[in-house]
Nanobody, 125 residues
Framework: QLQASGGGLVQAGGSLRLSCAAS????????MGWFRQAPGKEREFVAA????????YIADSVKGRFTISGDNAKNTVHLQMHSLKPEDTAVYYC????????????????????WGQGTKVTVSS
């Protein structure tokens, strides 16, 4: 089970930290990803990492503003978001890769099997 948290309302230019906590089993050999879905738009890839956060892949749309950190022992990954823009407004989801030991990171949501419930981020202008 995945639990995403940390969303909320923030002004443009502000920061938020989202968390994704896994429970029930260890996903240490799986990569995890963050996706977001804005109102009326398709879900899009945001970032991916291993559970320690030591190896990350960030989408160009948020590169330089979003980073990932992790705590492998706590099965928790954080998405730190800085310099937020109104266009970052979306429901953010965390998910676990379908395959263990994947050599790289997939940006396709179909390659992620376990999904959290989503946490809503609203950035006001």
């Amino acid at each position: 089970q995945l639990q995403a948290s940390g969303g909320g309302l923030v002004q443009a230019g502000g920061s938020l930290r989202l968390s994704c906590a896994a429970s029930g089993r260890s996903f240490s050999t799986y990569n995890m990803g963050w996706f977001r879905q804005a109102p009326g738009k398709e879900r899009e890839f945001v970032a991916a990492s291993n559970w320690s956060g030591s190896n990350t892949y960030i989408a160009d749309s948020v590169k330089g503003r979003f980073t990932i950190s992790g705590d492998n022992a706590k099965n928790t990954v954080h998405l730190q978001m800085h310099s937020l823009k109104p266009e970052d407004t979306a429901v953010y989801y965390c998910a676990v890769d379908r395959w263990p030991y994947r050599g790289g990171y997939s940006t396709l949501q179909t390659e992620y099997e376990y999904w959290g419930q989503g946490t809503k981020v609203t950035v006001s202008s």
